[in-house]
C-alpha cells in the first residue's frame, strides 16, 4: 500500500461524501474504516493522485484488489471494473431498494466481483435506510486537486 496524506485521504472522503464508491456504502455507522483504493492499481502503475483515488468500504476495496476487469455473466464477457473517477455510478447500477443491480456489463460485473448483494450487506443497508444513510447521494461536482 502506497503511503497516502492526510490532506488528500481528506479529499478523496470528501469527495466520495463519505460513502464507499463502489457499493454505495455509507463510512457513518461502520466500525471498520474504509480504505483509499487506487481505482488502477498501483500494481499497474496507477498513481497515488486524487483522480485515481476513490473511497472504498473495505469489503469492496480487498474484493477488487489488484482487478481491473471481471466477468459480466449475462455476456460471459471480461469487461473492465466501474471507474468511479471517470464514470457516473448511476448510468451503470440502479438500486431496487436494498438491491444493486447491473445496467451495463461493466455495473453487472463489478456487484458481481464486489458480491454487492450479499446477506450482510442487504441488513446493512436495511439499517441504513432507517437512518437515511441509503440509497447514498449523487455524486458532488469534481472536488479540485
Ligand atoms: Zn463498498
Known amino acids: 500500500m502506497r503511503y497516502i496524506s492526510d490532506a488528500l485521504r481528506e479529499k478523496v472522503i470528501q469527495r466520495a461524501q463519505n460513502y464507499c464508491e463502489y457499493c454505495g456504502l455509507a463510512q457513518i455507522g461502520q466500525e471498520a474504516t474504509f ?6 492499481p498501483v500494481a499497474a502503475n496507477g498513481l497515488t493522485i486524487l483522480d485515481n483515488l476513490a473511497l472504498a468500504c473495505v469489503s469492496c476495496s480487498l474484493r477488487k ?3 481491473q476487469t471481471a466477468i459480466d ?11 468511479p473517477r471517470t464514470q457516473n455510478w448511476f448510468e451503470h447500477l440502479v ?9 451495463t456489463p461493466t455495473g453487472r ?5 464486489l458480491a454487492m448483494n ?6 446493512i443497508r436495511y439499517e441504513q435506510k432507517f437512518f437515511k444513510r441509503h440509497p447514498q447521494p449523487q455524486p458532488q461536482s469534481r472536488v479540485s486537486d
Open 35 to 40: 480504505h483509499i483504493d487506487h481505482v488502477i
Open 65 to 67: 484488489g489488484a482487478r
Open 73 to 83: 455473466l449475462q455476456t460471459q464477457k471480461d469487461v473492465p471494473l466501474f471507474n
Open 95 to 103: 438500486w431496487d431498494d436494498l438491491r444493486v443491480v447491473g445496467l
Open 109 to 113: 460485473a463489478t456487484l458481481t466481483l
Open 118 to 123: 450479499r446477506p450482510t450487506i442487504l441488513a
